[in-house]
C-alpha cells in the first residue's frame, strides 16, 4: 500500500489551507492508500522533517510552488523518492514543464495516483540542492533585488518591474565558467536541467531531465542590446538556440567565478553568489506526470 506524506507551507501566499489539504488527504485515502500532512514552521522544515521521516513513506507530495520544490528536492543528496505536485505559487515551472494542472487538485491528486513517472537528475551549486535552473547576470540581479511586498500584491508581475529596474542600472560583470570540454566568458548564463524558464518560455530546447548532464545557455556577447533581443524571442516563444550571440553547452559539471560577485538565482529564489560549483547528486526524483 502506498503512504503518501502531503508538505504544504502555511505562511506562503500560495497556501491551499487546511480544508483543501483536508480534501486531497481523503482523497488519496478513498483511493485506498494512505495519507498524511505536515505543514512546515518556517525555512528549512520541509527538508528537515522528510530527511527524519522518509522511511515511513511512499510519496511526498509538494503541494505549493517552486521554492518548496527546491527544498524537497534536497532529499537526493540521499536517495531516490517519488514525487507528486499540487501546483500553487507564485510560479511552479516544473508543473509547466510536464503539463500537471494548476488550480485543479483533485486532477492533479489522479496523476499522482497514477503509475507514469519522469526520472529527474537533481543538481547542487555549492551545496545547495537545485532541480529545475540556476541562472547569473541581470535576471539573478533582478531576483535578488525584488520587492517581497510587491510581489504579494502582484505575483509574477513584480520579477518584470524588478528586471525592467535592473536593466536600467545593470553593470555587466563578466565571469569564467570551466565544464568538461573547455571554458567560456559570459556576463549572463543560465545552467538548466529542464526546458521551461519563467513558466512557458523556452530557455533550453535540448533538455534531457535524467542523462546525468546539464545544459549551460550563455550570452557569447552580453551587451544590453542583446538582452532585448533575447527577451522578445523569448516571449515569442523562437529557439533562442538560433540566436547568434546565444551558444549552449552540455557538461557534467561547472565550475563559475568572477572578477566580483554575482548573485545566482536556483530555482527562483537568492542567496548564492560566485563562485559556485555546480555538480550531480547521488539520488534522482520520480515524478509523477500525466
Avoid at 520541509?46 to 509538494?62: G, H, M, P, Q, R
Avoid at 545566482?264 to 526524483?285: A, R
Wanted: overall charge positive; charged content about 20%.
Amino acid at each position: 500500500m502506498k503512504n503518501f506524506i502531503i508538505i504544504a507551507n502555511p505562511n506562503s501566499g500560495s497556501y491551499l489551507g487546511l480544508n483543501k489539504i483536508k480534501l486531497l488527504q481523503n482523497y488519496i485515502t478513498s483511493a485506498k492508500c494512505n495519507a498524511d500532512y505536515y505543514l512546515t514552521e518556517g525555512p528549512g522544515a520541509a527538508y528537515s522533517y522528510l530527511k527524519e521521516n522518509i522511511d515511513k513513506y511512499t510519496d511526498v507530495i509538494a503541494a505549493g510552488g517552486d521554492g518548496l520544490i527546491n527544498e524537497i528536492s534536497g532529499l537526493a543528496q540521499y536517495q531516490n523518492f517519488n514525487l507528486g505536485l499540487i501546483p500553487c505559487g507564485t510560479a511552479n515551472v516544473l508543473a509547466k514543464e510536464f503539463k500537471i494542472p494548476e488550480k485543479k487538485i483533485l486532477k492533479a491528486a489522479d496523476i499522482i495516483l497514477g503509475e507514469n513517472k519522469t526520472i529527474l537528475d537533481v543538481w547542487s551549486a555549492n551545496d545547495r540542492p537545485f532541480l529545475l535552473f540556476i541562472s547569473g547576470g541581470l535576471d539573478s540581479r533582478a531576483v535578488e533585488n525584488i520587492n517581497l511586498g510587491l510581489k504579494k500584491k502582484i505575483g509574477k508581475l513584480s520579477y518584470v518591474y524588478s528586471f525592467l529596474k535592473e536593466f536600467i542600472f545593470y553593470k555587466i560583470n563578466y565571469c569564467k565558467i570551466q565544464h568538461d570540454t573547455g571554458t567560456v566568458a559570459t556576463g549572463q548564463f543560465f545552467i538548466s536541467n529542464i526546458g521551461k524558464y519563467a513558466g512557458d518560455y523556452i530557455i533550453n530546447p535540448y533538455a534531457k531531465y535524467s542523462d546525468g548532464k546539464i545544459e549551460l545557455v550563455y550570452f557569447k556577447n552580453p551587451q544590453k542590446i542583446k538582452y532585448i533581443s533575447f527577451v522578445i524571442n523569448l516571449l515569442l516563444k523562437k529557439n533562442i538556440a538560433k540566436l547568434d550571440f546565444i551558444d549552449i553547452v552540455s557538461s557534467e559539471y561547472f565550475k563559475i567565478s568572477c572578477d566580483m560577485a554575482m548573485p545566482v538565482q536556483f530555482d527562483g529564489e537568492n542567496g548564492l553568489h560566485t563562485p559556485i560549483t555546480v555538480k550531480k547528486l547521488s539520488g534522482k526524483i520520480l515524478l509523477a506526470v500525466p
